[in-house]
T-cell receptor
């Protein structure tokens, strides 16, 4: 079964450093998303992306965050200057044009630890 | 009032029991309702989705939506130890374009004991 692949599975970084989280969405999917889950809290929407531009972003997604689809397969989330409170699981998701909600598929996540 | 409220449990039941998981919501714009299962250190996996009030059945799982009460439920019949996981409800308003922004509940941790 097709899956969304995220790398790395765990990343430790020092406060103030830049991190890039990588995702390979399902190949025929057109809509891409990032969510995050702080330990013990809800999964929260960060941003949606379609046709090489941001469709919607949450209040969490401030100027420190950016997304990019640098080639035909990867979808990345960059955090420019990490803070302790950025420590969380970050999930990438993708969906296809048809049956969008049925095909809304999440990756296994990247656990980001900021020290 | 939080947009989506879900009892975090934990919920522990014997194998074969019927499990009832619930969420309430306050945002009338929500029109699509999903249940996800999340195993430890994994991403959410879609179990069921629906967009209308009433029941939807899929095998041992039944999703129920009551839009007038802003209340959704997931029932698991004949629960199995392999059903042990965190169950997340999620909701979405109609899409902007075809982008659906999901709002999740906090999740209920379920353990099914053999």
């Amino acid at each position: 079964e097709p899956e969304v692949t995220q790398t790395p599975s765990h990343q430790v970084t020092q406060m103030g450093q830049e991190v890039i989280l990588r995702c390979v969405p399902i190949s025929n999917h057109l809509y891409f998303y990032w969510y995050r889950q702080i330990l013990g809290q809800k999964v929260e929407f960060l941003v949606s992306f379609y046709n090489n531009e941001i469709s919607e972003k949450s209040e969490i997604f401030d100027d420190q965050f950016s997304v990019e689809r640098p080639d035909g397969s990867n979808f990345t989330l960059k955090i420019r200057s990490t803070k302790l409170e950025d420590s969380a699981m970050y999930f990438c998701a993708s969906s296809e044009r048809q049956a969008v909600l049925r095909g809304y598929t999440f990756g296994s996540g990247t656990r980001l630890t900021v020290v | 009032q939080k947009e989506v409220e879900q009892d975090p449990g934990p919920l522990s039941v014997p194998e074969g029991a019927i499990v009832s998981l619930n969420c309430t919501y306050s945002n009338s714009a929500f029109q699509y309702f999903m249940w996800y299962r999340q195993y430890s250190r994994k991403g959410p996996e879609l179990l069921m989705y629906t967009y209308s009030s009433g029941n939807k059945e899929d095998g041992r799982f039944t999703a129920q939506v009551d839009k007038s009460s802003k209340y959704i439920s997931l029932f698991i019949r004949d629960s199995q130890p392999s059903d042990s996981a965190t169950y997340l409800c999620a909701m979405s308003p109609p899409a902007r374009g075809s982008n659906y922004k999901l709002t999740f509940g906090k999740g209920t941790l379920l353990t099914v004991n053999p």
